[in-house]
């Protein structure tokens, strides 16, 4: 038998020959890996170094789809779009989901019922959630003008259209975010609490001392993955505006859809599809470096 020399245990060839009926066991699960991941990330390789209009056979062009879509004024211009969608939308939906899950947590009468009221519009299809906020946006029949006595034209204005798409994004997560945060509450052990309102803290010096530090693990995690929701937001803003008014909300994942479907340049869209995965590849490693080095519970 082999043996490994360091730990004195069998090695991954060993353990192979020994139990054949583990690989069996473990094949669905290989083959779904294969198939829906590995797969479609080798066949998006492959087509940004084609040339194809979804119809006719495709041709080999290297990196000339690369070189056209990193210097594309347009791509730039979604992704800035999408930077500012995250950096609005995702503290926004953060601090109301968790001023929220403090609410949720002091045993207040009907929080049982307004959980799963919250929950609501994050389970529902995203594409239904844009077309009944474009029907109550709606300039001639929208609820909100009518309530307003005011004609807004909340989806055709392009200083309008970004905060209105972003408004949409945050009321369908802030209940995901804040169910996360209600078991990161209680979570934390009452007696800290009660340590420190016996030493004099206040509410206020209690929840920032003692609460928000034991938050972090919870708070990186919904930070985290706020962004990568952000960033891939593509129901919510086909069904509002189609990337408009004038691009003010042509966020990347949109960008991508329209360069595929509607001009029919799936090379280059496969570009900006591996652009958009290695910034969150990226933004995923150095999230997890910066709770690592500053230490998840750490105290302040």
Request: aromatic residues 10%; hydrophobic residues 55%; contains cysteine.
């Amino acid at each position: 038998m082999l043996v490994s020399k360091r730990r004195g245990q069998p090695t991954g060839a060993a353990l192979a020959s020994q139990s054949p009926t583990g690989w069996l066991f473990i094949a669905p699960s290989l083959f779904g890996l294969g198939a829906f991941m590995l797969l479609p990330v080798l066949a998006v390789l492959w087509l940004s170094t084609q040339d194809w209009d979804l119809i006719g056979p495709s041709r080999f062009v290297g990196l000339q789809n690369w070189r056209a879509v990193l210097a594309d004024p347009q791509f730039g211009h979604s992704l800035l779009v999408t930077l500012a969608f995250v950096a609005v939308v995702v503290p926004a939906q953060t601090a109301l989901g968790l001023w929220v899950a403090t609410l949720l947590t002091k045993g207040l009468r009907g929080s049982s019922a307004f959980r799963t009221i919250l929950a609501i519009p994050w389970v529902c299809a995203p594409l239904a959630i844009a077309l009944i906020w474009k029907w109550l946006l709606s300039p001639t029949d929208g609820a909100v003008n009518a309530l307003s006595g005011e004609r807004v034209e909340w989806l055709t204005d392009p200083s309008l259209a970004f905060p209105a798409v972003a408004a949409v994004s945050v009321w369908s997560q802030v209940g995901y975010v804040a169910l996360f945060f209600v078991a990161g509450l209680y979570a934390i052990p009452e007696e800290l609490g009660q340590a420190a309102y016996l030493d004099g803290a206040t509410s206020r010096q209690r929840f920032w001392r003692i609460t928000f530090p034991l938050l972090r693990p919870t708070l990186v995690f919904v930070s985290l993955t706020g962004v990568i929701n952000a960033v891939q937001i593509f129901d919510l803003v086909y069904g509002l505006t189609r990337g408009g008014p004038s691009g003010s909300t042509d966020l990347v994942a949109h960008r991508l859809y329209a360069e595929a479907f509607e001009v029919a340049r799936p090379g280059r869209a496969a570009v900006m599809a591996i652009v958009l995965a290695l910034g969150l590849i990226l933004i995923t490693v150095a999230a997890r470096r910066a709770t690592e080095r500053k230490g998840a519970y750490a105290l302040r």
